[in-house]
Structure formats: structure tokens, C-alpha cells
Nanobody
Framework: VQLVESGGGLVQPGGSLTLSCAASGFTFSRYVMNWYRQAPGKERERVATISSGAVLTNYADSMKGRFTISRNDAKNTVYLQMDSLKSEDTAVYYC????????????????WGQGTQVTVSS
């Protein structure tokens, strides 16, 4: 099983970035997918969740209206479009797979990626 994040980097405040997470080794379409992030010295926080079949999405309050999670089951990939980025969005972003919606919202995971660094700075 592998989850490989990509797309991180340095971006100016107010800018945009799209993260990707390519999955392999499990039946991607059946899993709920999450994006998490962890900033230095802070606890890990859930960013966004998308159900299998992309029927449902859920966002942490601070990300609503700025971030968009999506998935392409044909490509076994989940995305996180991030707009209007702020310095406080600086963190390592991780994707994770979990086998139920409620567990996904609860911060549980079955598979975890290695993360990609996002730095928002002028």
C-alpha cells in the first residue's frame, strides 16, 4: 500500500496550490480519503474529507471556502485545491485513507502518506 503526496512548495500569501495524492495497493474507490496537516509545534489537524464516490465532502471550519477536495477514481488520486493561502496554512500536508465516513471525520485512518511541505511566505 502506498499513498504518495505531491504538489507542495513555496507560495506567496493569497496564492494557490494544488496537492495530489496517488494511491496504490488497495481498492481506492472504496475508501474515504482525508487530507491532514501538521505545522511545527502544533497538533495534527484534519483539513478535508471526501467519501467514496465523492458523494460527500467535509471541511474543517478554517478551510471552508478556501480549500476544495476532489478525487479521480480512474486515476486513484485525491486532490486538494488550496486558494487564498495564508501564512498559517504553512504545514506538512498528508493524505490518508480510511474505510468509513465516520472514522474519517473522527481522525482515524487505515493508510497514511509521507507528506508534502507547503510553505506560505512572501
Amino acid at each position: 500500500v502506498q499513498l504518495v503526496e505531491s504538489g507542495g512548495g513555496l507560495v506567496q500569501p493569497g496564492g494557490s496550490l494544488t496537492l495530489s495524492c496517488a494511491a496504490s495497493g488497495f481498492t481506492f474507490s472504496r475508501y474515504v480519503m482525508n487530507w491532514y496537516r501538521q505545522a511545527p509545534g502544533k497538533e495534527r489537524e484534519r483539513v478535508a474529507t471526501i467519501s467514496s464516490g465523492a458523494v460527500l465532502t467535509n471541511y474543517a471550519d478554517s478551510m471552508k471556502g478556501r480549500f476544495t477536495i476532489s478525487r479521480n477514481d480512474a486515476k486513484n488520486t485525491v486532490y486538494l485545491q488550496m486558494d487564498s493561502l495564508k501564512s498559517e496554512d504553512t504545514a506538512v500536508y498528508y493524505c490518508a485513507a480510511v474505510n468509513s465516513w465516520n472514522r474519517g471525520l473522527g481522525g482515524y485512518y487505515d493508510y497514511w502518506g509521507q507528506g508534502t511541505q507547503v510553505t506560505v511566505s512572501s
